[in-house]
Each structure stands twice: as C-alpha cells, then as structure tokens.
C-alpha cells in the first residue's frame, strides 16, 4: 500500500494523470514540472507525442504573466487529438479575465500552433482561446477545429488543406476570422462576427462553405478562388462585398443583405448564382462585369445601384425590386 501511494505521489507531483489513455493539461504542470514526456517546465506546453496522442485540460492555461510572444501549446507531431474540455487558453493580452475586451492584441503569440509542417490531423475541440497577438489556432493540414469560442486575438482559425472547421465562434479578431493555407476546406455552422478583416478568407480551391453566419466583419464577408460551393449563409452587414469569387463556383441558398458594396461578385467566369436572397445591398445584388457566368431563381431587392449587371445570363425565375427581373 505505501508503494502504491509513493508511486501515485510521484506520478501527481511530476505531471497530469493519463486517463483511459488521455494525458491531462493544466496550468500546475505547465508552469512547474511539464505535464508529461517531451514537455518541460514552462510555455509552451510541448506535445511531441512521445506521451501519447490524445490529451485534456483540465484548468485554465493563463499566459497573463507570460510575455505576449509565447504560444500556448506547441504540436510537433502529426494524429494529436486536444480536447479543451470547457477551459480556456488565455492570452497575455488578456491579464485575467477572459470577459473583458483585451484589443488591441499584441505580439506574435498563437494559442495552439503546429509548429513543423508536416504535422497533420491535429483535432482541436471544446473551449475558449482569448487573447492572443496572433492565430488563436494554427494547424496543418487534415486538421479539425471545432467547438470554439474564439475571441479578441490577432486573427482566428488558419488551417491546411483537407481540414474541416465547424461549430465554432470567432468574434473581434484583429485580422481573418477563418483562413486556409491549402484546397479542400469544409467550413460549416460557424459564427464569425466583427472581426477587423474578412470573415471567411479562403484564397485556394475546391471549398465547401455551408450554414454559416458571416456578419459585421471590416472587409469581405466570404472570400475564395475557383471550385468553390457556398451554400445556405447568413452574409449580413460586412463592410466590403458579401461574397467575392472568382471562376466555377457554385453561391446557393444564401441570405446576402445589407454589404457596404455588392452582394456577390467576381471578376471570373462559369459560376453559378441560384435561389439566394440579396438584398439592400451598396452596390448591386449581382456584380459580374465580362462573366460568363449565370443566375436563376434568386429574390433581389433594394440594391442601391440596382439587382444585376447585365453581362451575366439570367436563366429565369429571378426578381428584381419584386418583378421578373428582364
């Protein structure tokens, strides 16, 4: 019996406990011991994988006292899975409170970042990140970030290619509230709200944007390149155009009202404009000056420069200011 309990000592006092394989995180072993095997004393906390590939926290991470460059956890190795578990990872921008508005964000630190690229499929889940001068998350590719609240930081999600980010709110980042470094990204039922540039930045490929509410962003609301699909969103209030893309693209069932200029726009060729809403857009609902592109059963009113430019082939059912558009 007093080995057993020297042991379990030995195990607390140096580290997290390992539950059905689960290393734990928190703030005690970060900051004294290092929580597990190729970890040390200090932030960044350090996952290597050495201890194993699945991890929690199980308190707070506060940087408060940490200088603003210095990220949260560090991923060195690719099939890490972080569950946040309700907790916070808060930035030295942030002192101690999670609750208060910390702009402006300064330095360079990152709250979970993939430090070698190399590293993918890091799954990300279930908490807050508040705070820091950079990316709240910055992973690899065939990552998966969801679940988050994201708030007062440098910028938000960043992801590569084949990655999936859903269910997560970013709110009042200094850059991006989601944006991708690779093709293939699935974004889906995220809230991105009143960050300084776009809501969705996606400069690559081949992506799925679905049920999203993209809202009081400073610049575009959803931006992307070729191949995209874009699908039922809320795309409201954004202070450039709705929807920027540029060539094959699919813009389906989306709500488009209120963009400082137009609703949906590109400067491409061969996209698809179906059954959306646009309305009371500062430019026009549909702007695609020399398109080749086409638009069918969309409701468009209110416009301040009117519904469509006329270089785009009107496939039927559309309305315009509550008329079949011409």
Not at 100 to 107: D, E, K, M, R, Y
Not at 118 to 143: C, D, E, F, P, R
Request: hydrophobic share 40%; glycine share 10%.
């Amino acid at each position: 019996m007093k080995n057993l309990l020297f042991i379990l000592f030995v195990i607390s006092s140096n580290g997290a406990w390992a539950v059905d394989g689960v290393i734990e995180i928190n703030q005690a072993c970060a900051v004294n011991t290092g929580c597990f095997s190729g970890d040390v004393a200090g932030f960044p906390i350090q996952i290597d994988g050495t201890a194993g590939s699945s991890y929690i926290l199980t308190s707070n991470l506060n940087l408060a006292n940490i200088n603003n460059n210095t990220h949260g956890i560090v991923i060195e190795t690719s099939d890490i899975e972080i569950n946040l578990n309700g907790f916070s990872i808060i930035g030295a921008n942030c002192a101690n409170d999670v609750n208060v508005n910390c702009l402006p964000a300064t330095g360079s630190a990152r709250g979970i970042f993939t430090l070698i690229s190399i590293a993918k499929q890091v799954s990300v889940t279930n908490g807050n990140i508040v705070g820091m001068g950079s990316n709240a998350i910055h992973l690899g590719n065939q990552s998966k970030v969801s679940d988050l609240l994201i708030r007062w930081c440098g910028s938000g999600i960043q992801v590569g290619a084949g990655s999936v980010v859903e269910s997560n709110t970013v709110i009042a980042t200094e850059a991006n509230g989601i944006s991708s470094f690779g093709n293939n990204i699935r974004v889906v039922d995220n809230t991105i709200i009143n960050n300084a540039m776009d809501g969705i930045r996606l400069d690559t490929n081949y992506n799925f944007i679905s049920h999203n509410i993209v809202a009081e962003n400073g610049s575009i609301g959803i931006k992307v390149n070729d191949y995209n699909t874009i699908t039922n969103n809320q795309v409201n209030l954004n202070q450039s155009q709705g929807i920027l893309i540029r060539n094959n693209s699919h813009v389906a069932d989306n709500s488009i009202s209120s963009n400082l200029i137009n609703g949906v726009f590109s400067l491409g060729n061969h996209n698809k404009i179906l059954q959306n809403t646009i309305i009371d857009n500062g430019s026009l609902g549909i702007n695609m000056p020399g398109s080749t592109s086409v638009y069918q059963n969309n409701y468009m009113h209110n416009n301040t420069l009117g519904s469509v430019s006329l270089s785009i082939t009107n496939l039927g059912g559309n309305f315009c200011h509550d008329q079949i558009c011409p």
